[in-house]
Each structure stands twice: as structure tokens, then as C-alpha cells.
């Protein structure tokens, strides 16, 4: 049987990501979203998934080094700054059109629900 941890909340203040998600696709910044839910503000763990969060839009994401978890945050960033400027709606969730972070098995979020995880893509 394999199995592995996915990561979906702040523990310590019991924010889920999807929270962190919403709040992000409203506008919030890092400091305004760590300020009215209290994340990233106990253990300090879950920060680097949380800009992940806010970066992608991806609400439950595999154990990342903060390494890996900044060239997350880089390559939507980058991403965003790509597709972004022919845009009016400031799309702050890439995930639905960021091409695979196959580096660290991340998939769009469209893609995630109800997939059986194997990696493939949608079209
Ligand atoms: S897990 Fe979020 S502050 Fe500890």
C-alpha cells in the first residue's frame, strides 16, 4: 500500500488552504491573510505552503522542502507575469492554466479532484 501525507491546513491555527486560497482570489496579500487568520503565525511550518497557496491556487499540497516550495512560488510568479497582462480579471490562481510542476508533482487544481494521481495533464 503507498500512501503519503498531503498538506491542506495551518495546524497550528486550523486555517485550510482553502481558506488561504479564497482569501488570496479576493486580493489578499500574504501579511493581510496571515493577519486575519493567524496562520503562519504559530510554528511558522506551514509558510512556505501557504504562498504556495496563494501563488497556485492549490489547496492540498505534497510535503515540500521550502526550497522546493520557493521554486513553486518563482514559476507561478513568472507565470503569472506571462499570462497576466493580457488579462482584466488579474487571474490570482495560475493553476488553471500554469502548465505541471512535474519537479514536485504538482498538477493544475482542475486536474487534482477526482484524479487518480497519476500525473497526466487535461487535453
Ligand atoms: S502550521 Fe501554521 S503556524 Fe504552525
Given at each position: 500500500m503507498v500512501w503519503w501525507v498531503m498538506v491542506?491546513?495551518?495546524?497550528?491555527?486550523?486555517?485550510?488552504?482553502?481558506?488561504?486560497?479564497?482569501?488570496?482570489?479576493s486580493g489578499q496579500s500574504f501579511d493581510a491573510i496571515s493577519e486575519?487568520?493567524?496562520?503562519?503565525?504559530?510554528?511558522?511550518?506551514?509558510?512556505?505552503?501557504?504562498r504556495v497557496v496563494i501563488?497556485?491556487?492549490?489547496?492540498?499540497?505534497?510535503?515540500?522542502?521550502?526550497?522546493q516550495a520557493d521554486v513553486i512560488v518563482s514559476q507561478a510568479e513568472a507565470w503569472k507575469q506571462r499570462v497576466g497582462s493580457g488579462s482584466s480579471?488579474?487571474?490570482?490562481?495560475?493553476a488553471d492554466h500554469a502548465p505541471h510542476s512535474g519537479a514536485v508533482g504538482l498538477r493544475p487544481?482542475?486536474?487534482a479532484q477526482g484524479s487518480s494521481g497519476n500525473g497526466s495533464s487535461r487535453g
Open positions: 491542506d491546513r495551518c495546524i497550528c491555527y486550523n486555517v485550510p488552504f482553502s481558506e488561504v486560497a479564497s482569501l488570496a482570489k486575519t487568520t493567524g496562520c503562519c503565525q504559530g510554528c511558522g511550518m506551514c509558510e512556505p505552503y501557504v501563488a497556485t491556487g492549490r489547496v492540498s499540497l505534497p510535503v515540500l522542502t521550502r526550497a480579471g488579474g487571474h490570482s490562481n495560475v487544481a482542475a486536474d
